[in-house]
Nanobody
Framework: QVQLVESGGGLVQPGGSLRLSCAAS????????MGWVRQAPGKGLEWVST????????AYSGSVKDRFTISRDNAKNTLYLQMNSLKSEDTAVYYC?????RGQGTQVTVSS
């Protein structure tokens, strides 16, 4: 079955950086578009970014564009999200997503 395990979250000061990882298993990773979504406290799920199967095409929400970079390593079955210039409003649980499947998430807290 599909398994997605996120890691790399934590507490970071405004302006700082984090890199999230998502280890995928149970399916042929290289055959699927992948994405990241997030859920801030008290809010619904928000789409963050998507990458196509071979990593050539990416898309970002307006709130993270030019600060976040999505990437993947198909040899390692791993999805990444590099987050720079973090803001307090980026505080959320971040989930790796394949279609309707999501992992357990990793908490990102941006605070001084």
């Amino acid at each position: 079955q599909v398994q997605l395990v996120e890691s790399g979250g934590g507490l970071v000061q405004p302006g700082g950086s984090l890199r999230l990882s998502c280890a995928a298993s149970g399916f042929t990773f290289r055959n699927f578009n992948m994405g990241w979504v997030r859920q801030a406290p008290g809010k619904g799920l928000e789409w963050v970014s998507t990458i196509d199967r071979d990593g050539r095409n990416t898309a970002y929400s307006g709130s993270v564009k030019d600060r976040f970079t999505i990437s993947r390593d198909n040899a390692k079955n791993t999805l990444y999200l590099q987050m720079n210039s973090l803001k307090s409003e980026d505080t959320a649980v971040y989930y790796c997503e394949k279609g309707v499947s999501r992992g357990q998430g990793t908490q990102v807290t941006v605070s001084s």
